[in-house]
């Protein structure tokens, strides 16, 4: 119904993707975006608000029909009921992870980051003038998970306050138990964290098996979470800088938005649009895109495990896969790939530098041919 496998071209589009090794043999596969065209009804969306011939101030806090569709979202799909005053619309995760840690610490205070994890989640707590722990990750039971022990050694800390975590688990692709989820929530309680998850991934479930479970779904988390999500690594709308945190403490909600004050602008109308059509109108694209993945998700880590010196997991989520490359014995696997004409993300970019994350967000062809220069 929907062809994946032709995605349009990104040249000459100053794709930030693509622009890295232009003019280069070197396929990227690097940042995380898709090379798939957004679903019609987006497009359309798009097409029509840019047809009034107007691009004139919206508060988007008064354009009711994306938070209704944010609402239907995530009942439909998260099992989480919603109120409309908890959606507060920011322009990116990333700017919402680094408003939490300046509006919730003092300046001697601790913030627990996950690792590996990427890049500007890592350099959130620096740039907010707060000392940055981090909780590591380890193999279990054949997936990647927290190592709760480190991660509760640091919350012990008096000067640590923040808890900032990726749930899908980005480069790793781990999806959150019900009991991990329970774990950090007794955790959080026990030592008054607040928790702020980074959920942009949680549409993007590749195991029919598994369930995203949202932080503030969690009775305990309500209270003292902050979940950030968006439609832009779905829905590949990244560039149209909307997404959205979930604040059902009115209290915390309010100090988040007084710390945006003056810093961060408006999300745009046709992000709101965008949003708006993807939570309502791309259900049957959302679930061909999924199966489509998890092709491309099953070959990769099939021939992956085939080349001598690299190994990975397979990925319950997102379209990124956390290759080891320590078995290569090179000084540089980030340079060993680029050789071979792939562009990945450098795993030293995201505090591990014996791995390579590779984005197999693309038409099947070229991850095909992606593995074919990695195995020469």
Known sequence: MFNFDNPPSRANTYSFKWKKYEGQDIIPAWVADTEFECAAPILDAIHAETNTGVMGYTLPNQYTPAKDAVIRWLAEKHDWTVEADWIVWVPGVVPAFNVFCKAFSQHDSKVIVQTPNYPPLLAAPKL???????????????????????LEKHAADPLCSQLILCNPMNPVGSVFTAAEIDHIAQLCEKHDLLLCSDEVHCDLILDTDVKHIPAGRVASLEQRSVTLMAASKTFNIAGLGTAFAIIPNRKVRQQFVNATMGMLPWVSKIGLVATEAAFTQCDDWHQSL??????????????????????????????LGWIDASG????????????????????ADFNDPEF?????????????????????
């Open 128 to 150: 907010n003038g707060l000392e940055r722990l981090t909780a590591g990750t380890i193999k279990l039971d054949g997936r990647w998970t927290l190592d709760f022990d480190e």
């Open 290 to 319: 999924l199966d489509y993945l998890r092709g491309n998700r099953d070959l990769l880590v099939s021939e992956i495990n085939k080349i001598e010196g690299l190994s990975m997991l397979a990925p319950q989520a997102t379209y």
């Open 328 to 347: 290569l014995k090179v000084d540089n696997p980030q340079q060993w790939a680029e050789g071979k004409g792939v562009g990945p993300s450098p795993g």
């Open 356 to 376: 390579i994350r590779i984005n197999y967000g693309c038409s099947r062809g070229m991850l095909q041919e992606m593995l074919k220069r990695l195995k020469t």
